[in-house]
């Protein structure tokens, strides 16, 4: 079947009342963004739904794209017909043939834009109910939960003709609900972490910790590909990499063993909300989990939370590894996150870390350190690339590698 448009239902933009202009117009954003390879879309959302004319561009490359969209309830192919009821009814006959098989229900659902169209729509229901009778044997017309529902819209510029549902991303349209940073690493849990943020409506920017020559060049590609794994459901995500060298290796040389990681992630949340308050962020994101490691006790998050005011959200924190495990196979990044090369966090992991610091002993053995300055340094030297979700950081020797490993 040779689409002619995609029509886009809404989410839980109808409880939005009085901002839902302002959410509707952001996810018409977020969808071109996120539909951006394909330059013959004209895209108009409206009140009540979007649709997406189509131009010849892949009717199933266009819908794989949006699925992945936030904000979107469901969403239907159709075909364009002339406002004539002949051409109808047979496009209507050629539609069904590709569900048909013997005791189908169905039942036709119009709608109408132009109220001037000669059949309201009782009567181009019983039109076309009564031409697919006619046309097909051992078919029934069922009200309620048919096999097919057969939807028909009359709009000033031709009818269109659409059945099944195709189920979108749900959630808020991205950019709803503000701005935050992201810390991601290269594990599992940190891009699920981004995911839920988006899911909410709420905007990331990546920031990533690199520390050369400890972690490798592929290191950083993994991150950059992670975040293009996670770019479709926005369109394009801001990756933010933070030299983190000299405050890792001043850490190790100066506070005891036990204290390493916990002033290493003190000093990575100074950096993170000093970032976000320089882009407008409103909160810290990371894919913190309660007990996984030892940095993500509740007295460990306690003692690195001590340096900032600013929330700092953990969407997974409450999650067996397995439920993150699952929602990460589900958006692609798993696979990618397994991949072993190493961030900075995990080639200057302690074999002994503290599971329960004290924040008096952390706040001691910062007094030691140029804090400001070290925070400083690592500031002047963040570079900052947008990421699309077509671009490709791991090459295939690199992926190669990485399975040998």
Do not use: W
């Amino acid at each position: 079947m040779q689409y002619s448009e995609i029509m886009v239902r809404y989410g839980e933009l109808s409880t939005k009342g009085k901002n839902r202009k302002n959410f509707i117009d952001r996810l018409g954003y977020n969808v071109r963004q996120a539909l951006h390879e394909f330059p013959n879309l004209k895209i108009a959302a409206h009140r009540d739904r979007m649709h997406i004319q189509l131009n010849g561009e892949d009717s199933e490359k266009v819908m794989a794209r949006l699925g992945q969209v936030f904000g979107i309830q469901n969403f239907s192919p159709s075909v364009k017909v002339e406002r004539d009821v002949k051409k109808v009814q047979a496009m209507a006959i050629e539609m069904m043939k590709e569900k048909y098989h013997p005791g189908l229900t169905f039942k036709v659902n119009t709608r109408r834009s132009d109220h001037k169209f000669k059949y309201d729509t009782n009567a181009m229901n019983d039109l076309l109910g009564g031409t697919i009778l006619q046309a097909f044997d051992d078919i029934h017309v069922k009200m309620k939960d048919p096999d097919v529902t057969l939807r028909c819209e009359v709009r000033p510029d031709g009818i269109f003709l659409s059945y099944g549902k195709i189920n979108g991303a749900g959630g808020l349209p991205v950019g709803t609900a503000g701005k935050a940073m992201l810390m991601l690493s290269g594990g599992i849990d940190s891009p699920v972490a981004g995911y839920l943020a988006m899911k909410r409506g709420v905007a990331i920017e990546m920031v990533h910790f690199f520390s050369p020559p400890y972690t490798s060049e592929q290191a950083l590609n993994k991150a950059k590909q992670l975040t293009a794994k996670l770019a479709p459901y926005v369109g394009t995500i801001k990756f933010i990499q933070v030299p983190f060298t000299e405050i890792q290796e001043t850490i190790k040389h100066e506070v005891p063993e036990g204290y390493l990681m916990t002033i290493q992630r003190r000093f990575m949340l100074r950096l993170a909300e000093k970032i976000a308050k320089m882009r407008k962020g409103l909160a810290i994101f990371n894919g913190e989990a309660l007990g996984q490691v030892a940095s993500q006790t509740l007295e460990s998050m306690a003692a690195i939370n001590d340096v900032t005011t600013m929330p700092v959200l953990r969407p997974v924190l409450s999650m067996d590894k397995n439920e993150i495990i699952e929602i990460a196979q589900k958006i692609d990044t798993f696979d990618l996150s397994i991949q072993p090369f190493e961030d900075c966090c995990t080639v200057f992991a302690p074999p002994a870390p503290k599971t329960k610091p004290r924040i008096d002993r952390a706040r001691q053995y910062e007094e030691r350190l140029d804090v400001d300055g070290l925070i400083q340094r690592a500031l002047d030297g963040i570079q900052i690339t947008e990421i699309n979700s077509s671009d490709e950081f791991m090459n295939a020797n690199e992926e190669s590698f990485a399975e040998l490993l």
